[in-house]
Every structure is written in structure tokens, then in C-alpha cells.
């Protein structure tokens, strides 16, 4: 049975900071992971999708890195802002149209 | 193009009443899912239609929980009798390829 678990739960940085979100997933048959963005009382936006053939998706000040052999992914936010503040989660697919596997999400808070 | 639709955005009712749900997709996605997130817990995956058709719904939690989607188009989930257990966040996604796009979600308290 698949698990995916982010690590740390929590996280508060200063304004500017380069940081990493972890995510780490039990098995390593996926065919997609996602990241998305939470804020409160609102819905998940998508930020990032990696294929499994792939090593690394950016956008922006966002990369993503998948290293699908060892089960893990991380979210890296570069020159980070008060406006990144938000739940970041990760989220496997196990087929090309499968439902998603959910972490429990990494809570950032970005202080100005 | 307009993003995937919830209705309501927060529904309050008491045990034992019924509650149904609304989801319409993005416009020409035939994948439709549902989630949920109960409180403390991931996000959970409850069924997947293609189209009309209920392609997984190995998540939905028992058979008070009954999902439609009619004619290919909107999505319903109706939760009848509803428990506490119930209550959540209950969420909606659509997709055409690879990427989900999920909507705002319904906050479904039962007290």
C-alpha cells in the first residue's frame, strides 16, 4: 500500500530564504507526483507535475526533483516571499488516469 | 476557461439528514474524482468517473455515500444518512490528461 509522508509538518522561515519541502513516497511503481499549494479555507492549486521518466520540473521560483528509486521528492522555493506562506502538499498517482495519494502537507510560513 | 466548481462552499447539518454535494468540471474533462479531507488527516480519495461511468470507488468509505454524474457533465455526492464521522472537506477534481485541477472544496460539519 502506498504512503506518502512530508517532512517537516511545519516550517517557518525569514523573508529571502532558499528552502526545501520533502516528500517521500513507500512505492516506487508511480506513474506522476504532483505539488500543490493550499491556503486556508481555499482549494489546492497545482504547481508542479513530474513524470515518473523525469528527474526535475521548474517553474518560476519553483523546482521540483524526483528521484523515483529511492522514493523521494523535494520542492525547492528559491528567494523566498511572505506571499509563499500557504500548505504545500505532494501527491502520487499510480496509473496514467489513477487517483491521487496524499502526504499530509508541510505548513509554510514565510515571516516579512 | 472557468476552473472546477463546488457547491456549497459550507454546508452545516445534523445527524441523520441528508446531505448532497455538487461538483461541475472543467469544461470537456471526462476524468471527474472526488476527496476528502477529515480533520487531523491527507486528503483521501474517495471514486473516479470516466465520463458517466465509475471507473474506481474503492475509497468511498460505505454505503451511505452514493455518487452520480449525470449524463457525463456535474457530479453529485450525496450522503444519506450523514454520521459525524462525515464531517470534512470534501473535494472535487477534474482532468483531461495527467494534471488534476481541484476545486474549492465543501466543508461538510454534521453535529
Known amino acids: 500500500k502506498q504512503e506518502v509522508t512530508q517532512i517537516p509538518a511545519a516550517l517557518s522561515v525569514p523573508e529571502g530564504e532558499n528552502l526545501v519541502l520533502n516528500c517521500s513516497f513507500t512505492d516506487s511503481a508511480i506513474y506522476n507526483l504532483q505539488w500543490f499549494r493550499q491556503d486556508p479555507g481555499k482549494g489546492l492549486t497545482s504547481l508542479l507535475l513530474i513524470q515518473s521518466s523525469q528527474r526535475e520540473q521548474t517553474s518560476g521560483r519553483l523546482n521540483a526533483s524526483l528521484d523515483k528509486s529511492s522514493g523521494r521528492s523535494t520542492l525547492y522555493i528559491a528567494a523566498s516571499q511572505p506571499g509563499d506562506s500557504a500548505t504545500y502538499l505532494c501527491a502520487v498517482s499510480q496509473g496514467s488516469q489513477g487517483n491521487l495519494i496524499f502526504g499530509k502537507g508541510t505548513k509554510l510560513s514565510v515571516k516579512p | 476557461e472557468a476552473g472546477v466548481t463546488q457547491f456549497p462552499s459550507h454546508s452545516v447539518i445534523e445527524k441523520g439528514q441528508t446531505v448532497t454535494l455538487r461538483c461541475d468540471p472543467i469544461s470537456g474533462h471526462d476524468n471527474l474524482y472526488w476527496y476528502r479531507r477529515v480533520m487531523g488527516k491527507e486528503i483521501k480519495f474517495l471514486l473516479h468517473f470516466v465520463k458517466e461511468s465509475k471507473q474506481d470507488e474503492s475509497g468511498m468509505p460505505n454505503n451511505r455515500f452514493l455518487a452520480e454524474r449525470t449524463g457525463g457533465t456535474y457530479s453529485t455526492l450525496k450522503v444519506q444518512p450523514a454520521e459525524l464521522e462525515d464531517s470534512g472537506v470534501y473535494f472535487c477534481?477534474?482532468?483531461?490528461?495527467?494534471?488534476?485541477?481541484f476545486g474549492p472544496g465543501t466543508r461538510l460539519t454534521v453535529t
Open positions: 477534481a477534474s482532468s483531461q490528461f495527467k494534471e488534476q485541477y
